[in-house]
Each structure stands twice: as C-alpha cells, then as structure tokens.
C-alpha cells in the first residue's frame, strides 16, 4: 500500500475506532452488575469483572493465566462450568460453590471461531447465597406451621384438663406422691396397671407439675395405629416418601413432643421392628423421617404405659429387654379400683357432679347405692365406674339414683376375668376374687376352706402365692 494513499489513510482512524470500541466494551463488562468470567478454548483464565471478585471474593492475581482443572483442585471451586462446557460444547448453567461457602449460580457459554474451533468460554456469574438461605428459611418456616398446625390439632383432640387426681387412698397418694417429684427432671417412665386406672392421668399429672408444663404433651395408642402407619406417625416422613405422602412431608410425634413430653400409650404393642427405632430415638436423642437422609435433635421426655406384664413379655421374647430397661428409670405401678375402695365414693359423686354439669340435671345419689357399688370389683376400674354412673344418671326417671338403677351385673356380683385373658391368668384371677370375696365375709381362712372345699393347706398355699396375707 503506497503511502498517502485513501487505504493507508484509513488505518489511524480504524485503530482508534477499534481502541474506542475495545474501551467501550471493557467499561460495559466492567459496569455489569453480575459476574463476568473469560477463559480460553482451553480453560485459561483471560478475564473478570469487578463484579466476579465482588461476588466470589476471589481476586483477579489470584487466578489469571491459571487452568481451571488447577483452580478446582486447589479448592477455588467444587466444579467449573468452563471445563463442562469444553467438554459438551454447548450452553450449560449450574449451581456453584466458590470457596466452600458462597453459592453462585453460573451459565458458560462456548464462542467458536470462523473454522468451527473453541476459542473462548464466557462465564456469568449471579449471587444466590441470600437466595438459598432465604429458600431455606422458608422451608422451615412451613415445617414449623405445618409443627404447630399439627401440635395445635392434637391438643385439640386430647382436651387435657386441669383438674388434679380425686382419691384418698394411701395407694394413690404414694404414686402422686412419686409422680410430682419426678416432674421436675427428664427421667423416662414407664406406668403399669389394668386398663380403666387412669394411667394417662398420671402422665398429665408429671408433665403438668415438671418444668416443660408450658412445652407440648403429645399422646400416641401405639395398640389403635395399625402398624404400617405407626412408624410414619411416630417419626414423620419426607414428601414423596410413599404413595399418599404429602409432597411436603410431614413431622411425627417426637419432633412436635420436642422440648416437652411424649406419652406412648400401650407401649407393649409396639412392633419389635419400631421397639428398635424407639431405643435408638431414647439413646442417641435423634431420630429420622421415614424416607429421609439427615438425622433430627429432639430433646423429649418419654412416659409409656401399659396394661401388660412387661417383664414376661421380656421372657418370652415379645418385647425387648433393652429398651424395657431404657423406659422403665421410674416405674409407677397403678393399683386395680378394687384394691383401693375407698376411692369409690369420692369418685362416684365426682362422676355425678360432672354428668349433672354436662347435661343440667340435679341427680342425687342415695347411701345404700353407694354401698352396693363399693361391693363390687370393678373389673373395668375407674373407667368401668364412669360408664356406670353416667349410665344412671341418664336412665334414671326421677332426681334420686336408686338401687333398682344399678345394672344387674353388679347385683349379682359375678365376676368374670377381662376379655383376652389367657386361661391360666383367668384361673389365677378367679381363685384370687373367691379368696377375698369369700374372707371378706367370714374373716377366716379356716372357715374360707370350708365353704370352697379344699383343704386348709391349700388355702394357704393359694393366699401366699397370690398376696393376700392380712397385714
């Protein structure tokens, strides 16, 4: 090119129009408000923005002219996109970790020369650490709502009362006597006694004296869930976990008993499979959710009950010896109506009082009718009594219950052992009725053996091997 020529005088202003544009575009990349990242067709690091060390905190000096498979092993990132996109060839965008605690969510996209070959990789670079932690601050946001809705539900549906145990019974009083000095500590128990004897009461009794009064108590029938369902209630489930899961999951009885107390009525019809994840609930103060991966603090007092022998259940196999030992620190055994008829006459005008209340009548009871009732052994305890009375109050015609109001089962005071009792059990609680029902009368065992026709020694033998010495 010759020189004064039109061409040769067209480069200066070419130049500079190229040094214009060039500045033009390096104020654009470094104004951006996101991050700007340029490397190489083969991952060298050529270019970031103000933004990108904003964001990343990673300085430019730190990494310029570096391979990114050299700044990943180094630790600068958990992956790169760049050699992702190298690899593929197209467009890929991914979440990012850049010096193991900022997230950042990055797209690469490939630039290719006029011959088809990968010359550079240009990275943008967005901040989304605030919008992770705000997602998970929702998350557990709904997880607490859903907690309360559900806590709120079962307080519901429990309706616990404030009213305080009604007895006089030397019996009852040693086991309130126990159970308000172990409310203040965390100790688990474990209440044994007949169905009907108010072992549920107890348990409200202890948690509303302790120092979680104010926390939640959260009661579960481990005999009234069947047990596919048990487990999921027990210790909550994630979404998706099975078929009719809710896509948002669920938290179970421990973690809404968090902080408070959890009563597991019926504890010995628990699975062994579940009598397992309870131990390890107990000892290890976590548990997780059915389909879950990450493991859950709970801090939850545990009262379980039972109206079964537990201790033979540990014998035969049926109920493990372990957590036998874990539930029982504070074992609290709750004496049968029938041994503590004293308490029959408070309750049966407690019983009264309260169905008048319910339902506006004025009954009244008569004397003789109270001594009928302290005759009999309530089989059925102090629930079997409620039905009795409330029974009467609503049968009765006029504004006194009369003797001809109570049902003929009573009357006739024929005892029968409870439903479900085992043969030799039912042996053993009939010859323990006749025995006391027989001495009650005549106050001899002499003549006790006379009227049941068996012989004295037998009589004896019978009365030591079922408790019943006169003290």
């Known amino acids: 090119m010759a020189p004064g020529s039109e061409d040769s005088k067209k480069i200066p202003s070419e130049l500079d129009s190229s040094k214009e544009l060039l500045k033009e575009l390096e104020t654009i990349i470094g104004s951006s408000y996101d991050g700007m990242f340029i490397t190489d067709g083969n991952g060298i690091v050529l270019r970031l923005n103000d933004a990108y060390e904003r964001i990343t905190g990673i300085k430019a000096s730190e ?7 050299y700044l990943v092993a180094e630790g600068y990132f958990d992956e790169s996109v760049t050699l992702h996109v190298i690899e593929r060839r197209k467009t890929i965008t991914i979440n990012q970790t850049v ?23 240009v990275t943008n670079v967005r901040d989304i650490t605030e919008l992770v932690k705000l997602q998970n601050q929702l ?3 709904k997880e607490q709502t859903l907690k309360y809705k559900t806590e709120l539900s079962h307080l519901r549906a429990m309706h616990i009362q404030n009213h305080e145990m009604i007895t006089r019974s030397s019996k009852m009083a040693r086991v309130i006597e126990l159970s308000t000095k172990i409310a203040d500590v965390d100790s688990n128990v474990l209440i044994t006694g007949e169905s009907g004897t108010g072992k549920e009461l107890i348990a409200k009794l202890i948690h509303r004296h302790g120092k979680t009064t104010a926390r939640p108590f959260i009661k579960i029938n481990c005999a009234a869930i069947p047990e596919q369902l048990l487990e999921s209630e027990l210790f909550g489930y994630e979404g998706g976990a099975f078929t009719s899961a809710k ?8 973690e809404l008993a968090h902080n408070g107390t959890l009563f597991l009525d019926e504890v010995g019809d628990l699975p062994l499979l579940l009598q ?3 131990l390890r609930a107990i000892q290890e103060k976590e548990i997780m959710r059915v389909g879950g991966t990450r493991a859950i603090t709970i801090n939850t007092r545990i009262i379980a009950a039972t109206h079964r022998d537990i201790a033979k259940m540990v014998q035969n196999g049926t109920f493990r010896e372990d957590l036998y030992y874990r539930l029982m620190v504070v074992p609290i055994n709750l004496p049968p109506l029938r041994e503590r008829k004293e308490d029959i006459p408070l309750l049966t005008m407690h019983f009264i ?3 008048n209340k319910h339902f506006s009548y004025n009954k009244r009871i008569l004397p003789e009718v109270i001594d009928k009732l302290v005759e009999y052994s309530w089989p059925g305890n102090v629930r079997e009594l409620e039905n009795v009375i409330e029974r009467m109050v609503v049968t009765a015609p006029g504004e006194e219950l009369t003797v001809n109001l109570v049902p003929e089962t009573i009357w006739s005071k024929n005892f029968l052992p409870k439903k479900g009792t085992k043969l030799k059990e039912a042996v053993e609680q009939t010859e323990t009725y006749l025995l006391k029902e027989c001495y009650q009368e005549c106050r001899s065992w002499q003549k006790v053996a006379e009227i049941l026709g068996i012989d004295r020694t037998t009589v004896f033998r019978k009365v030591v091997r079922y408790g019943l010495e006169i003290k």
């Open 99 to 121: 010096k193991k605690d900022r997230k950042i969510l990055v797209t690469g996209t490939p630039l290719f020369d006029e011959q088809g070959k990968l010359f550079r990789v």
């Open 63 to 69: 990494i310029m002219g570096k391979n990114m498979k």
């Open 247 to 254: 896509k948002e999951g669920k938290p179970g009885l421990f």
């Open 276 to 278: 397992v994840k309870l």
């Open 139 to 141: 998350i557990k946001t």
């Open 353 to 355: 009082d309260k169905f």
